[in-house]
């Protein structure tokens, strides 16, 4: 199994980015896919996930608003459209796969580097 991340930059603050995260080897389709990210000195949080079986979606609070998780089960993809990007965005962003919406993600995608400029 391979989570493959993708879509991260460099962007003003205000700005937007879509991360991708595909997954491949084996298909989730009764997991939830999701994303955390690890800021520098902190520890890794949840951000966003989505059940590939029926597309509930789960936000952390900061984020509300202004992402948006996405799936193509098609393509065994995720997808994150983050908007209003701030520079408290910026961080390493990992894909990951799992039986729950917000904890217990068993496998693990290399992260991709957002950074948000005031």
């Known amino acids: 199994v391979q989570l493959q991340a993708s879509g991260g930059g460099l962007v003003q603050a205000g700005g937007s980015l879509r991360l991708s995260c595909a997954a491949l080897g084996r298909t989730f389709s009764n997991y939830y896919m999701g994303w955390f990210r690890q800021a520098p000195g902190k520890e890794r949080e949840f951000v966003s996930s989505?059940?590939?079986?029926?597309?509930?979606?789960y936000y952390l609070d900061s984020v509300k608003g202004r992402f948006t998780i996405s799936r193509d089960n098609a393509k065994n993809t995720i997808y994150l459209q983050m908007t209003g990007l701030k520079p408290e965005d910026t961080a390493v962003y990992y894909c990951a796969t799992g039986p729950l919406p917000r904890s217990s993600y068993e496998f693990w995608g290399r992260g991709t580097q957002v950074t948000v400029s005031s």
């Open positions: 989505i059940w590939m079986n029926g597309g509930s979606t």
